[in-house]
């Protein structure tokens, strides 16, 4: 499977960027997804994640509150809305998916990534 997320781009602090998470040639039917991301020097951070038939969600302490994280009605999709947007927010966003998930914010329990897309936040 896979994975390309999109909708990165520079944006000033306070406002708000949609990413977008496609899989290639298939759906997410069947999968769980997940959205991590990493700064320079740091380690990959857990953002949130989705179930698929429960649609139950899961939310990382850094930026909970300010995401929603939503499934399309055809499971082509996965989106990362992320609002109010701080200069640490910064960093390269990754979508992740896999069938079975025992611990939705260890990245390690991903099969399958996207290459990632970048966020920048201006001051």
């Known amino acids: 499977v896979q994975l390309q997320a999109s909708g990165g781009g520079l944006v000033q602090a306070g406002r708000s960027l949609r990413l977008s998470c496609v899989a290639s040639?298939?759906?997410?039917?069947?999968?769980?997804v997940g959205w991590f991301r990493q700064a320079p020097g740091e380690e990959r951070e857990f953002v949130t994640a989705?179930?698929?038939?429960?649609?139950?969600?899961y939310y990382g302490d850094s930026m909970k509150g300010r995401v929603t994280i939503s499934r399309d009605g055809a499971d082509s999709t996965v989106y990362l809305q992320m609002d109010n947007l701080k200069p640490e927010d910064a960093a390269v966003y990754y979508c992740?998916?896999?069938?079975?998930?025992?611990?939705?914010?260890?990245?390690?329990?991903?099969?399958?990534w996207g290459r990632g897309t970048l966020v920048t936040v201006s001051s």
């Open positions: 992740a998916a896999d069938i079975i998930v025992p611990a939705f914010s260890d990245p390690s329990q991903y099969s399958y």
């Open positions: 040639g298939r759906t997410f039917a069947g999968y769980a």
């Open positions: 989705i179930t698929w038939k429960s649609r139950t969600i």
